[in-house]
C-alpha cells in the first residue's frame, strides 16, 4: 500500500511538472512526457510510449490528459491513472484561473497584449521538438 501512495505521488509530481511546463496543448507536452515516463524512470519502454501516442491521438480528449491517464494506468492502474491526471490539469487549471482574473482587469493594457503575442515563438518551438523527437 505505501509504494502504491509513493508511486501515485511521484506520478502526481512529475505530471504536475509537464503541466506547469508544457505550452502549447497535447502534442507540446509528449516530449516532455516521453522525458519522464520513458527516459528518467522507466515506467514505459519506447514501443509502449509510441503506442500512448497512438492511443492518446484517437481516444476524445485532450492528448496530454489522454497521455497521462494511460501512463498512470500502465504504472499504477486506476489510482495511478488519477493521480497523474489530476497534476497534468493542476497547473492550468490554477494558469487558466490567474490569467482570468488579469484579463478582466487588465485586459486592454498594452504590455499585457505584448506579453501574450512574444509566447507564440515558444510554443512554436516546442510543438516542433515534441514532432521532431518522436521521429528520432
Given amino acids: 500500500m505505501h509504494k502504491l501512495l509513493f508511486l501515485c505521488g511521484e506520478l502526481f509530481l512529475r505530471f ?3 503541466g506547469a511546463c508544457s505550452f502549447g496543448g497535447g502534442y507540446a507536452s509528449l516530449a516532455l512526457i516521453r522525458e ?52 497534468c490539469i493542476l497547473p ?4 487558466v484561473a490567474i490569467l482570468a482574473k488579469i484579463s478582466v482587469r487588465y485586459g486592454a493594457h498594452p504590455l499585457l497584449r505584448q506579453v501574450l503575442s512574444s509566447l507564440r515563438p515558444v510554443i512554436c518551438a516546442m510543438v516542433t521538438y515534441a514532432a521532431v523527437s518522436m521521429f528520432l
Fill in 36 to 87: 519522464e515516463a520513458v527516459i528518467a524512470t522507466g515506467w514505459l519502454t519506447d514501443a509502449d510510449f509510441t503506442g500512448l501516442c497512438a492511443i492518446a491521438e484517437m481516444t476524445p480528449g485532450p492528448v496530454a490528459l489522454n497521455a497521462a491517464s494511460f501512463t498512470g494506468w500502465q504504472t499504477a492502474g486506476l489510482a495511478g491513472a488519477a493521480a497523474a491526471t489530476a497534476g
Fill in 16 to 18: 504536475l511538472k509537464i
Fill in 92 to 95: 492550468s487549471v490554477c494558469i
